[in-house]
């Protein structure tokens, strides 16, 4: 396993329709994180699974995000009813603890044009 | 005030120069510092990685973490054309066995002239 894999690399979508996004972590780890990283900005943090379970949600993820980890493997990221706003670069990270700490490990990135 | 500031850029050099790339947090609670580097369109990718304060070094890279003032600094020696991209700070709390979520600052891009 060479690193996290995203996909679609790209995504374009008009407003208003549902996208979803995949996750492929590094095998052996059991944190996985996605973060949402607009234009000249750091990204920032939406959510965070421990195996399977998501055990912290941001603000910024309204209902109409969801994310799952079924089987502490893959995740997926929907979003529902897509806005303009919701354009941006969503990165996915996974970690496991190796030599004491916990190092995230982003994947290349899946980048959402809502037309 | 967010959370971590970073110098603005852009930043442009010649190549062999040293660059310095910095940051200031707010939260005395973190307590890991990283840096990342992002080319263009790409994922970050962890250049180094601190927990105390002092310095760590890995090849022409140096990570300089100063806890009393709430500063973080990555030095770069004899810049090469290839260290143009965007250089992201990052810290967590420490908090072992719990959520690890990253605050960024807002990157700043280098650029190195050949």
């Known amino acids: 396993d060479t690193g996290v894999s995203q996909n679609p690399r790209h995504k374009i979508t008009k407003r208003g329709q549902n996208v979803t996004f995949r996750c492929d972590p590094i095998s052996e780890h059991n944190r996985l994180y996605w973060y949402r990283q607009t234009l000249g900005q750091g990204p920032e943090f939406l959510t965070y699974f421990q195996n399977e379970a998501q055990l912290e949600k941001s603000r910024l993820l309204s209902d109409r995000f969801s994310a799952e980890r079924p089987k502490g493997s893959f995740s997926t990221l929907e979003i529902q009813r897509t806005e303009q706003g919701d354009s941006a670069m969503y990165l996915c990270?996974?970690?496991?603890?190796?030599?004491?700490?916990?190092?995230?490990?982003f994947g290349p990135g899946t980048r959402l044009t809502v037309t | 005030q967010k959370e971590v500031e970073q110098d603005p850029g852009p930043l442009s050099v010649p190549e062999g120069a040293i660059v310095s790339l910095n940051c200031t947090y707010s939260?005395?609670?973190?307590?890991?510092f990283m840096w990342y580097r992002q080319y263009s369109r790409k994922g970050p990718e962890l250049l180094m990685y601190?927990?105390?304060?002092g310095n760590k070094e890995d090849g022409r890279f140096t990570a300089q973490v100063d806890k009393s003032s709430k500063y973080i600094s990555l030095f770069i020696r004899d810049s090469q054309p290839s260290d143009s991209a965007t250089y992201l700070c990052?810290?967590?709390?420490?908090?072992?066995?719990?959520?690890?979520?990253?605050?960024f600052g807002k990157g700043i891009t280098l650029s190195v002239r050949p």
């Open positions: 990052a810290t967590h709390p420490e908090k072992p066995g719990a959520n690890s979520k990253l605050t």
């Open positions: 601190t927990y105390s304060s």
């Open positions: 939260n005395s609670a973190f307590q890991y």
């Open positions: 990270a996974s970690s496991g603890l190796a030599g004491g700490r916990y190092e995230q490990y």
